[in-house]
């Protein structure tokens, strides 16, 4: 049962947090300042989940295939490749870096 109530609890956590971002006064949204706050927490949010995702195994921080995958991620990026050739190129390269080690 206490699992129970720490999902109706997160749940009111969530609805009271949406609420308090649907208070904020407009004339507070509308500064600059804000606006590009705004428009970088989903990316710095995004870095940080992949950067955790990549080199942590546990509570270790460790470098391994998942990183070459990572690189090759971002070198596909840069040259402007579909996403789907991001995706599939990062898992290969980790699949082959994995079975050369």
Known sequence: MNLWWAILLAGAGCWCLKLAGLSVPSRVL?????Q?????IPIALLAA?????????????VVDARAAGLAFAVLAL????????VVFGA???????????
Do not use: E, I
């Not at 989940?49 to 921080?61: E, I, K, M, Y």
């Not at 840069?78 to 050739?85: G, K, M, Q, T, Y």
């Open 30 to 34: 509308d500064r600059p300042l804000v």
């Open 36 to 40: 590009r706050v705004a428009d970088l």
């Open 78 to 85: 840069v040259l402007r490749a579909p996403f789907l050739v």
């Open 91 to 101: 898992a290969l390269t980790a699949a082959l870096v994995r079975l050369a080690a």
């Open 49 to 61: 989940l992949v950067a955790v995702q990549v080199f942590t195994t546990g509570h270790r921080l």
